[in-house]
């Protein structure tokens, strides 16, 4: 027999013999709190995970060394390999943020801006593959929040395809809002209520303007920033908030014209 394949079917093996006490170790685990459940999957997948149950130890490896494939793979423009790559990366490290928004950053921003930049496809083509990767890559993010449901890397990531790539202020206000909630920086709120502004029903106007009034009531820097008055002024008017609640009005623009020069009395 060939040594190579003796050798696969020993591993195989003693990945097998494994699984027993793996499996107990695991729930064990869970049991005492130390360890979360994995999501719901379907028969399928949860067939998938067995196997890679056998690898063990070995599944960081293996994910390390896809990832540099698909890295390669980036380099060569081949968006079908570093989809592949990363999926299997994915599966390897599931509990892992930086894996799910690197695979969802190649289809959601570098695979679908290549195919909208390649002249030699039709348009209609070029937005219905710019389309497919944008959609892609929210697949992947949502599906790295069923292993990490409050990660606020793939919130943020979320909330900015939202934002930029396939707009839907909704879900966009969303995402930034539930990040913010889980430790994100305030400026991933304030994102999320700029996007609220959008929605322009009463309920996220409402939601919108307690954000933006809360931060503005804290004086310098945010009394001075523009995009929290301008969007303030427009929630006042749709809120129809009382005048002495009002931010001050906007000072009048000054003027671009220089003052007309003064004619020179000739005479003597």
């Known amino acids: 027999m060939n040594k190579r394949v003796l050798g696969v079917l020993l591993f195989l093996a003693f990945g097998l013999a494994r699984l027993p006490l793996d499996h107990a170790m ?15 999957v379907s028969w399928q997948e949860d067939f998938g995970q067995m196997f890679l149950a056998t690898l063990g130890g070995l599944r960081s490896l293996v994910a390390s060394v896809g990832f540099l494939e698909a890295y390669s793979a980036w380099e060569r423009n081949d968006w079908g390999a570093v989809d592949n790559r990363m999926t299997l990366v994915t599966r390897m490290q599931p509990y892992e943020p930086t894996y799910w928004d690197e ?7 570098n695979a ?24 892609r890559g929210l697949e992947i993010l949502n599906e790295g929040l069923r292993y990490l449901p409050e990660n606020r890397r793939l919130l943020e990531a979320l909330g900015y395809i939202y934002k930029d790539r396939q707009p839907d202020p909704e879900r966009a206000a969303t995402a930034f809002i539930e990040a913010h909630k889980n430790g994100s920086l305030d400026f991933i709120e304030r994102l999320g209520a700029y996007e609220l502004v959008k929605v322009g029903d009463r309920a996220s106007s409402a939601q919108a303007y307690e954000i933006l009034k809360r931060y503005y009531d804290r004086g310098p820097p945010f009394t001075k920033m523009e995009s929290i ?8 008017n749709r809120l129809n908030i009382p005048a002495d609640k009002r ?3 906007a ?9 007309r020069p003064m004619l020179r009395n000739t005479n003597p």
Not at 26 to 40: F, I, S, V
Not at 103 to 109: F, K, Q
């Open 112 to 135: 679908a801006s290549y195919f909208k930049r390649d002249k030699s496809l039709r348009a209609a083509i070029q937005n219905k593959l710019f389309k497919d990767h944008v959609q």
């Open 251 to 259: 000072p009048a623009p000054a003027s671009t014209t220089s003052p």
């Open 103 to 109: 695979a969802s950053w190649h289809m959601a921003y």
């Open 26 to 40: 695991t729930m064990n685990l869970r049991e005492k709190g130390l360890k979360e459940a994995p999501p719901t």
């Open 247 to 249: 931010i001050p009005a």
């Open 229 to 236: 008055q301008r969007d303030l002024r427009i929630l006042e």
